[in-house]
């Protein structure tokens, strides 16, 4: 049995002390003989504090008398104070409730020291994870969605992307993993799910045949997204869609309008944000003016009306990242931000935009 396995297997059997490793026999010894696997505390444990987590000892103390003391984060370094150690007795203790969105891991040093001030032991590297609670409940990045769908759109047609964000461990546990669902359509003509969502991705299309912009111009969507994979903290957000009569988008006249395609398909890009702002004073500083959302054919309504628009500097902002996230990837580009001047406000302008997950192309079209 090699020494790293013996060493191993007595901090299983002994899990609240952690002992100086020995030096190997016939070489010279290194600073670190062996990994000690990581200290796991649970985040907003309850008191009394301090609170007792492991013993370090030296086996150096049968020949003499020997203090303890540790370095680190959460030691002497920001934030400070949050670990100690009883200098006789090697007791490591935490002084507070740990928050792990705060600080997920704590790596520290432990010392130990003759009564002359002498090192006795090499320094041994102490790692603490803070383990996740489930206190921290589903954030929608916007309290309303907005987005438009052209009546008499086929089932599956996209729609638009909800999106909320949770603080939580999504990776070694369930807490931070979001699931999506619809609780209520009004009105609920002429059927009441006519729209569905990924459970997943948060991606809203177009459930069932029948929309009419005439007999319902608008529908409202209250969307809830709960984590623990769905049995868990929940928050609601609301999502308007209109429903665009056939040709409107043709109909609506405008002086700036824009397209955007996925070239990693050859499709339209459906159901993505886009903003638009305007640099004004004081500052300058940009004010956003509308958010549109593209439908099935990777258009939306006209930025600005035909006569709204005026001299000056405008940026247009793609929500990529979003994006891409529906579609099963990840964005190179979290966003796309396109600055551009209005000179001569009487002149339609048409900016349209090629999109991969990996690189973008916009170009003055007509």
Request: net charge negative; with cysteine.
């Amino acid at each position: 049995m090699s020494l790293c396995t013996f060493l191993l297997l007595l901090l299983l059997l002994l899990p609240d002390t952690l002992t100086f490793p020995e030096p190997g026999h016939g070489r010279r010894r290194q600073k670190r003989d062996w990994v000690i696997p990581p200290i796991s505390v649970a985040e907003n444990e309850r008191g009394p504090y301090p609170k007792k987590l492991v013993q370090i000892k030296s086996n150096k103390n049968k020949e003499t008398k020997v203090f303890y003391s540790i370095t680190g984060q959460g030691v002497d370094t920001p934030p400070v104070g949050i670990f100690t150690v009883e200098r006789e007795t090697g007791w490591l203790e935490v002084t507070k409730p740990l928050d792990r969105e705060e600080t997920d891991k704590y790596i520290l040093f432990s010392h130990a020291v003759s009564a002359n001030g002498q090192p006795v032991e090499d320094p041994m590297e102490i790692i603490i994870t803070v383990t996740d609670q489930n206190d921290n409940r589903p954030v929608f990045t916007e309290a309303v969605f907005h987005s438009s769908v052209r009546e008499g759109a086929k089932p599956g047609t996209p729609v638009l992307r909800v999106l909320a964000t949770d603080a939580d461990d999504a990776v070694s546990s369930t807490n931070g993993i979001v699931v999506y669902s619809i609780l209520r359509q009004t009105p609920e003509q002429p059927r009441p799910r006519m729209f569905a969502i990924d459970s997943s991705t948060g991606a809203i299309s177009v459930a069932e045949a029948g929309l009419v912009a005439q007999a319902v111009p608008e529908y409202t969507l209250q969307i809830q997204a709960t984590d623990m994979e769905g049995y868990g903290l929940r928050a609601t957000a609301t999502a308007l869609i209109k429903v665009e009569a056939k040709g409107m988008s043709e109909a609506v006249k405008g002086s700036l309008t824009t397209h955007v395609l996925n070239t990693a398909t050859g499709l339209p890009a459906a159901g993505l944000a886009i903003r638009l702002a305007q640099l004004q004073e004081p500052g300058p500083q940009w004010t956003e003016l509308v958010e549109r959302w593209t439908d099935e054919d990777g258009r939306c309504l006209p930025l600005l009306a035909q006569g709204q628009a005026k001299a000056g500097t405008y940026k247009l902002r793609f929500e990529t990242a979003a994006y891409w996230q529906g579609q099963g990837h990840a964005s190179f580009y979290p966003f796309v931000e396109v600055v551009f001047t209005i000179a001569d406000p009487a002149q339609k302008l048409h900016l349209p935009l090629l999109i991969s997950p990996y690189s973008y192309t916009t170009y003055r079209g007509s």
